[in-house]
């Protein structure tokens, strides 16, 4: 193994960075606190106490940064191709939408594992058309992912909403009707402590997908070509690789990633698909990426920062106006972005005009 | 002599965080002599010349211009003091005419506006008087290379330099405009100018300097009068060892085999022209080394990227042995037994920021894959074989390729396209900004291929690396051959009309 | 890297630093035997100028006159919504709001799981079962609904007395069950008053996206104005603001929804029907303060002031003492039963 000697090494200077961020967040944060008046002291206490400090509290935390763990992977995988991949809301939503309309066409009597696997199938399919279109677009006229993944977004969530508020949806309400098939259980159904908090099954499907992306991008022939194409698409093609065809994989699995976001809400949570549940989780994702290094385990623990934030944030908001915690984000988000190389080179990129 | 130094330096320090690029490093140039100012890349040669024009301070150490202390001064008070710098890369205006170019920050003025006229008098005037002949009125847009250049070192004697640093003048110029250059320094020099140039060529520093000093890893070691050296003198102190120049060209000629690369009638469009490479026709034989000589940007590197399968061709075809390379994409053409060493190793032939034994497997990533997943074990046993054979340093094979050396970073593409089953090879300014040490062992390298029976196809812009290779040389200009010749039949007074488009012959 | 580390310690250093200071009057709110209310809006609900900001206050209303206690929860996204009336309830409030229609599921299921804590939903939706019958809410919570189509019903006749071109027209948001509901009052309210008035009725689109779409309102409108209208009555969000952008231009009427939109063009508005969600709100809260708070369903209509149009200082000028009188005529026909307002179309 080459890497394992220093990976302490790397881990410290990858980590460095965010928590430099973490610490200017904390500090604004107290400041923001004490201008409204507040004892930072006691909202930090109820920020840890609502969200690692009791079962219900770490469910949410759980819940939340399983979906942002999928966006997250979706937009690390693409830069680390190279691409900004802006279209995970669109995707993430495609992809619960694809899952809830398996649901719904299953029998009920369809056994759990076979209806489950099918749903989370169609998330991942429904994710990863919807990422396909910008990547082909990209390899086949080079039209700016950016451009094309934003206004994709736009195209994305108003058909779905249409759809849904037009073909599918229980009269007075966003949502489709109830699954038939292929609910997940909830974490509660084991431990009964975590009752009422919305984490469950599609965890462990996510957990799978994070161990699988590792994977692949860094022990296998798909992970090195597609790196070098992210660092540099000149020497990527120089080793006979095809950087437009990686290009459009990169976004069909990063598309699919966030598509499977979608059954954590639609098989996990709620049993329905309802408008607007992506709620700006594939936005999020980019902030998650950044922060997480494109790595899938510093995505993980980005996740798991962003929605411990999130879960926080309303814990505490009875004191503080929810306002705070977005200011957090945005905090964290500038001071890591600015210093990812990713970013840096994107940027200077687009300064030459490629 | 009694006489006072021009420039004296002594003792500077010069650090960049960790990178100590000046320390003990000095200088001592009497007034009147053109100076060289030698070293391997990363020396210190461009830091020290830097601290002198102004643009840097040193941590410690003296300066001294004229006998006058003036340690850690500015840009202008250098200029205001005679000092100018004559860039590398050419800081002109290029939709300014030549005149206006010249005189841009010390405009002649008449009734508070630009005098055009008595611009373009004094331009002419002080053109006459140095021999640097430009065309006063012509746009910078519209000149050669070498006309460009006349233009900067114009622009720095308007600003009354009597004291000139020139850092690697000749990288851009074909031979012809290379004499030209030293005469117009050497007329400087005898009009009572000092000149101090910057090169890593040691041609050049027997031609036109009087005296030497060498810097290596930021110090100076040497000083020596060029009448009483040799260039295997200068490249020792350079490398700290004995170094073998080049032997000469070879006389003894050779058994070659059957054409090994055949390239018909091929034309390749550019970035900016329609045919770059403008219906080009050669045959490469095994055990040869055909040297491609050139300026650059006449086409060699879109020849070069086609027949590497990175660059569309417009029409004519390539071939290898009876296959097509035209209907074979680039790893097809690895596999069919072409290796290359790309021009450019930051861009193409190296990723940076993977590790060395990543970067020994570029582009034969499927070899080292089993079922789609990386075989580490095999990769790691290869960087280690890799590493051994070709003395790669440092020999950690997990650290970037960022953090090595210019020539260490060429080993590893060498190594790595040695390491195929090939029978040609493309090697593209296989040497550039590499240390003579390296150098030499480049050129080992090249010739160990030929022997072996590979035909090598060797694209570089130093003529004379050309010249020392090659056992067949073309000369391209304007994206054709104009000529291609057995070595014997060269010489740079031979070449250089070819180059510069003075003269052609059907190839 | 060090330099990073230094920043790090010294960041670190004036966070603990921070952990100490406690400013006067920083206090958690403690429960004690007032009454303890929490609510949720809707994303990105508070400041609409509308119902969220109605609900907020009626709160503000209830800790003035009644001394509650009153916590607020802005959700950031949509499993917010569900996680903030939890929060709430496990905190042991007394009663918890949800604003919005949005919120019914949620309500539904934890009313069930909280037995001992009341619940309240603004504009929740009740559901029908297989036979058409009302599914009854559970015995804590309390759908608090207004009767929308009685006040757009009054403000139907507003706008035939008033606009005297015998046309009058109608701008929906999303074409839906809910906006139906104005539009079947408004277009009943116009008739009844004069029997051969035309309704011109148009929807800005069929997704939620309708309500947010002032182009199109605008666009809408001005064709209406140019067919013969004199006055739109719209029930449409934001989109709304592109019909009064419209009357402003061709010197018309609109009539505003929800809460009294005179602002969004002085002058041009002829009225607004309200919803009194705030009385709603106080009524729900006042209610649990003096233990006689019970689950079901709450119609406001007019009745119960919990809808309503616009007359006062600003817009008096527009409306002539006789159509004043005869739209309060027609309330009392309404309150009294004698006129029946169809709530579809």
């Known amino acids: 193994m080459s890497s394992r000697a220093s990976w302490r090494e790397t881990f410290a200077e990858e980590a460095i960075a965010p928590l430099v961020a973490l610490g200017i967040a904390l500090v604004v944060g107290d400041l923001l606190i004490l201008a409204y008046g507040q004892a930072p002291g006691d909202v930090w206490r109820t920020l840890v106490e609502g969200t690692w400090g009791n079962a219900y509290g770490f469910g949410q935390v759980l819940y939340k940064a399983t979906t942002l763990t999928c966006t997250g992977l979706a937009v690390a995988l693409s830069l680390r191709a190279g691409l900004f991949n802006i279209g995970a809301e669109g995707q993430l939503a495609m992809g619960g939408l694809a899952a809830a309309l398996v649901g719904l066409a299953l029998p009920a009597s369809t056994p759990l594992a076979i209806a489950a696997a099918l749903a989370t199938f169609a998330a991942l399919v429904g994710g990863g058309a919807v990422g396909a279109v910008p990547g082909w677009l990209k390899s086949r006229f080079g039209a700016h992912e950016v451009i094309v993944t934003i206004m994709l977004n736009f195209i994305v969530l108003a058909l779905l909403n249409w759809f849904v508020s037009a073909r599918l949806h229980v009269p007075e309400t966003l949502h489709t009707p109830s699954i038939r098939a292929g609910a997940l259980p909830r974490i509660a159904e084991w431990f009964s402590a975590f009752h009422g908090s919305a984490a469950n099954a599609s965890l462990f499907l996510v957990a799978v997908a994070v161990a699988v992306v590792s994977w692949a991008l860094f022990r296998t022939r798909a992970g090195y070509e597609l790196r070098a194409v992210g660092l540099q698409p000149d020497a990527a093609e120089y080793a006979g690789v095809k950087v437009g065809r990686v290009w459009t994989r990169a976004m069909i699995v990063g598309g699919a990633l966030a598509g499977l976001g979608g059954i954590n809400f639609v098989l996990g949570y709620k049993g329905y698909y309802e408008d607007g549940f992506s709620g700006g989780a594939g936005f999020l994702g980019i902030a998650v990426a950044l922060v997480g290094r494109n790595h899938p385990v510093g995505v993980v623990l980005a996740a798991l920062f962003f929605a411990t934030l999130s879960q926080g944030g309303l814990a505490i908001n009875a004191t503080v106006p929810k306002q705070m915690v977005e200011v957090l984000q945005g905090v964290v988000i500038l001071a890591v972005a600015a210093s990812v190389p990713e970013v840096r080179r994107i940027l200077r990129q687009s300064v030459r005009g490629r | 002599m009694s006489t006072m130094p021009a420039v004296r330096i002594t003792a500077v320090e010069k650090r960049f965080g960790a990178v100590r690029a000046n320390q003990g490093a000095a200088l001592e140039v009497m007034p009147g002599e053109i100076h060289a100012l030698v070293g391997e890349n990363g020396a210190g040669k461009s830091t020290l010349m830097k601290i002198l024009s102004g643009m840097l301070r040193p941590d410690a150490g003296t300066i001294e211009v004229g006998g006058r202390d003036v340690t850690g001064w500015s840009t202008a008070q250098a200029i205001a003091a005679g000092v100018g710098m004559v860039h590398q890369h050419f800081m002109l205006v290029p939709t300014l005419t030549v005149a206006e170019n010249v005189v841009l920050g010390r405009e002649p003025v008449s009734v508070g506006t630009f005098d055009g006229a008595r611009a373009r008098l004094e331009v002419e005037e002080l053109s006459a008087q140095s021999g640097l002949v430009v065309p006063a009125d012509r746009l910078v847009a519209d000149l050669s290379v070498g006309e460009a250049q006349r233009v900067e070192i114009l622009k720095t004697l308007y600003r009354g330099a009597r004291i000139l640093l020139l850092d690697e003048p000749t990288a851009v110029l074909s031979p012809p405009e290379v004499a030209e250059l030293w005469k117009v320094l050497r007329r400087l020099r005898d009009g009572g100018a000092t000149i101090i140039l910057i090169t890593h060529k040691l041609d050049e520093v027997m031609a036109v300097t009087d005296r030497i000093t060498v810097m290596r890893q930021g110090a100076t070691v040497e000083r020596m009068a060029t009448r009483s050296t040799t260039p295997e003198g200068i490249a020792k102190a350079m490398v700290g060892r004995d170094i073998a120049l080049g032997g000469g060209p070879r006389t003894e000629t050779r058994a070659v085999g059957a054409p090994a690369l055949i390239v018909r009638d091929l034309a390749v469009a550019g970035a900016r022209v329609a045919r770059a490479v403008d219906g080009i026709s050669f045959e490469l034989r095994a055990g040869e080394i055909l040297g491609i000589a050139g300026v ?29 390379l035209l209907a074979l994409d680039v790893r097809g053409r690895g596999l069919a037994g072409l290796s290359h060493i790309p021009e450019d190793r930051h861009k193409r032939g190296l990723i940076l920021d993977y590790s060395i034994a990543d970067n020994l497997i570029l582009g034969q990533q499927h070899a080292f894959t089993r079922n789609g997943v990386l075989d580490r074990a095999a990769i790691d046993a290869h960087a280690a074989d890799r590493i051994a054979a070709f003395d790669i340093r440092p020999t950690d094979a997990t650290l970037p390729a960022r953090a090595l050396s210019g020539g260490n970073q060429q080993k590893i593409v060498i190594a790595r396209e040695m390491a195929r089953d090939f029978s040609v090879l493309l090697a593209a300014q296989p040497t550039r900004g590499v240390d003579v040490g390296a150098i030499e062992f480049i050129h080992a390298q090249l010739r160990a291929a030929r022997d072996a029976g590979k035909a090598v196809l060797l694209v570089s812009a130093e003529l004379r690396e050309v010249l020392e290779l090659s056992d067949r040389v073309a000369v391209m200009y304007g994206g054709r051959i104009v000529t291609i010749r057995e070595r014997h039949a060269c010489s740079e007074e031979i070449l250089g009309p070819f180059m510069t488009g003075a003269a052609r012959e059907a190839a | 890297m060090r330099k990073l580390l230094a920043l790090l310690g010294v960041l670190l250093a004036i966070h603990v630093a921070f952990l100490f200071v406690r400013p006067a009057g920083a206090a958690l709110p403690a429960t004690a035997d007032a009454v303890d209310v929490g609510i949720v809006f809707d994303l990105g609900g508070r400041g609409d100028k509308s119902f969220n900001d109605g609900a907020y206050l009626g709160a503000e209303r209830a800790m003035r ?24 309830a496990a905190e042991g409030m007394d009663l918890v709001i949800g604003v919005g229609f949005i919120f019914t599921d949620d309500l539904s299921q934890l009313a069930l799981e909280y037995p001992n804590v009341a619940f309240a939903g603004v504009d929740f939706a009740v559901g029908v079962d297989s036979t058409g019958a009302v599914i009854q809410p559970p015995k804590n919570l309390a759908a608090l609904k207004f009767r929308e189509e009685q006040g757009s019903f009054l403000v139907g006749a507003l706008a035939a007395l008033v606009g005297g071109s015998k046309k009058v027209g109608f701008v929906g948001g999303m074409d839906s069950p809910l906006i139906h509901k104005f539009e079947a009052g408004y277009r009943a309210g116009a008739m009844h008053v004069c029997p051969d008035c035309e309704v011109i009725a148009q929807y800005a689109g069929v997704t939620p996206e309708a309500f947010r779409n002032p182009g199109r309102g605008k666009e809408l ?12 009555y719209h029930a449409s969000g934001s989109t709304g603001l592109g019909v009064f952008e419209a009357a402003r231009t061709l010197k018309k009427l609109g009539i505003g929804v929800d809460a009294d939109q005179y602002n969004e063009a002085p002058g041009y508005v002829l009225s607004s029907m309200v919803k009194g969600v705030d009385a709603a709100v106080f009524d729900a809260i006042k209610r649990v303060k003096e233990q006689r708070f019970v689950g079901g369903i709450y119609q406001f209509g007019l009745a119960e002031n919990g809808v309503g149009y616009v007359y006062d200082a600003r817009n008096k000028a527009l409306i002539p003492d006789s159509v004043r009188t005869r739209l309060e005529a027609l309330r009392a026909e309404i309150i009294a039963g004698r006129i029946t307002v169809p709530s579809t179309r």
């Open chain 3, 221 to 232: 409108a001005l064709s209406q104005f140019q067919s013969g209208v004199n006055v739109i």
């Open chain 3, 65 to 88: 006159e009644l001394g509650a206690r009153v916590r607020f929860v802005e959700p950031g996204e949509g499993s917010d919504r569900e996680a903030g009336l939890r929060l709430l």
């Open chain 2, 296 to 324: 650059e940007g006449n086409g060699q590197t879109e020849l070069l990227d086609a027949i590497a399968g990175l660059r569309r061709t417009s029409s004519g075809s390539i071939r290898i042995g009876d296959r097509d």
